[in-house]
C-alpha cells in the first residue's frame, strides 16, 4: 500500500537513522514509543483508509452517473474559479477540522471516539492516522455535499488531499524541522507546524488547528509557551507536565 510505504521509510528515516543527527530537532524529551503504540496506531490507520475508500468510490460512482459538479475540462469553468475554489477549500476545510476537533474535546464525546488518537502522546507519522472511523468519517464528510453542489476542477481534489496527506505527516513528525525564523515571517508565522501539534498531544487540549493557527488565535485556543517551544526545540517540562495519561484499553 502506497501511504504504508511513504509513512515507514518517512518513519525510518526520521526516528531510527536520522534520529543522532536530528536529535536537537525532538520536540519531546522523553521517548515514549514502543511496538504497542505502533501496532495501536496501524490498526486504526487501516480503517480510517478503508472508510476514505468508501468515500472515493462513492464520489466515483456519482461522478460518473452525472451527479456532481466535477470536472476535467478546465475550459467550462475558467482557471480564475478553480483558484478561487481551491483558496476557498483550503479555508474551509481548516476551519471544518479546527470546529469539528474542538467538538471532540467535549468531555462527554472525547473518551468514545477522540481519545484513539491520543493515545498517541509521543507521535510519529503512523500517528497521522490513527483515529476512530468516526472520526476518520466525520473529518471527510465534507467533501460529498460540496463535489454534488460547487463546480470544481477534478485535480483540485487531488492537490487538496497530497497537501493535507504532507501537513498531516509534518504535525506528526515528532520532529521541529522547520527553521527558527519561520515566526519572524509574518505571513508564515500563522502557518502550523511539527510542534504546534505535537503540544496539542502532550496537553491534550488547545492548539486544535489543521494547517493555520488563525482559529485558535481568534478564539484563545492557542497554547501560550507555542512560540517559545517552537524557538527552543528538544524536550521542555511541558512534555511531563502536561502530558495526559494513556486511556486504559
Known amino acids: 500500500m502506497a501511504y504504508f510505504s511513504v509513512v515507514g521509510l518517512l518513519f525510518f528515516g526520521i526516528r531510527r537513522y ?7 530537532a525532538r520536540i519531546q524529551a522523553t521517548d515514549r514509543l514502543d511496538r504497542k503504540q505502533l501496532t495501536f496506531e496501524v490498526r486504526h490507520t487501516l480503517v480510517v483508509l478503508l472508510t476514505g475508500t468508501v468515500t472515493v468510490v462513492a464520489i466515483s460512482i456519482l ?28 479555508a474551509f476545510t481548516d476551519a471544518w477540522f479546527y470546529f469539528w476537533h474542538r467538538l471532540l474535546h467535549h468531555p462527554k464525546i472525547f473518551r468514545y471516539v477522540h481519545a484513539v ?36 476542477y477534478l485535480p483540485t481534489l487531488a492537490v487538496l ?5 504532507a501537513n498531516n505527516l509534518m504535525s506528526h513528525l515528532g520532529y521541529e524541522l522547520l527553521p527558527r525564523w ?10 502550523n507546524t511539527s510542534t504546534f501539534h505535537n503540544l496539542h498531544h502532550t496537553s491534550s487540549k488547545g492548539n486544535y488547528g489543521l494547517m493555520f493557527r488563525l482559529w ?3 478564539l484563545g485556543t492557542e497554547l501560550s509557551h ?6 527552543d526545540r528538544g524536550g521542555s517540562r511541558h ?6 495519561k494513556r486511556a486504559p484499553k
Open 18 to 24: 536520522g534520529a543522532g543527527r536530528l536529535s536537537g
Open 117 to 152: 488518537h491520543h493515545r498517541s502522546v509521543d507521535v510519529n507519522p503512523f500517528s497521522s492516522y490513527s483515529f476512530h472511523w468516526i472520526e476518520g468519517m466525520i473529518l471527510g464528510a465534507w467533501v460529498l455535499p460540496v463535489v454534488l453542489v460547487v463546480p470544481i
Open 182 to 191: 519561520l515566526l519572524r515571517v509574518p505571513i508564515l508565522r500563522w502557518m
Open 226 to 231: 507555542y512560540e517559545s517551544k517552537f524557538r
Open 63 to 90: 461522478h460518473a452517473e452525472g451527479h456532481t459538479r466535477l470536472t476535467n475540462d478546465p475550459g467550462t469553468i475558467g482557471w480564475p474559479w478553480i483558484i478561487a475554489t481551491f483558496i476557498a477549500l483550503i
Open 216 to 218: 485558535d488565535r481568534l
Open 239 to 244: 512534555d511531563v507536565q502536561h502530558a495526559p
Open 161 to 165: 488531499q497530497g497537501i493535507g496527506l
